[in-house]
Nanobody
Framework: QVQLVESGGGLVQAGGSLRLSCAAS????????MRWYRQAPGKQRDMVAS???????NYADSVKGRFTISRDNAKNTVYLQMNNLKPEDTAVYYC?????????????WGQGTQVTVSS
């Protein structure tokens, strides 16, 4: 089992920055890919950024050039640096990972952290 706890959300003005953190605990030796998703009210949950265990990152087109995902395997933590924030970035941000257990890949989610960008 893996537990994920996000932190770092809050209220920021447009053009500002925030850094989200997600700390993993439990069977952390088995973690594979880690991602950030977001969900705005009335909308589906969408992937924002993804990073493999080897450090390869991918981003949604809407955040390319503004957001950076990184991972500290020694601290079992994934980060999302968000710069030049826009009101449309307002959402609950969720940390996700998949992890191996008994030869199967399982999905794990954090509880979410609210990011609100005012215009």
């Amino acid at each position: 089992q893996v537990q994920l706890v996000e932190s770092g959300g809050g209220l920021v003005q447009a053009g500002g920055s925030l850094r989200l953190s997600c700390a993993a605990s439990g069977s952390i030796f088995s973690i594979n890919t880690m991602r950030w998703y977001r969900q705005a009210p009335g909308k589906q949950r969408d992937m924002v950024a993804s990073i493999t265990s080897g450090g390869r990152a991918n981003y949604a087109d809407s955040v390319k050039g503004r957001f950076t995902i990184s991972r500290d395997n020694a601290k079992n933590t994934v980060y999302l640096q968000m710069n030049n924030l826009k009101p449309e970035d307002t959402a609950v941000y969720y940390c996700y990972c998949n992890a191996w257990r008994s030869g199967l890949l399982f999905d794990y989610w954090g509880q979410g952290t609210q990011v609100t960008v005012s215009s």
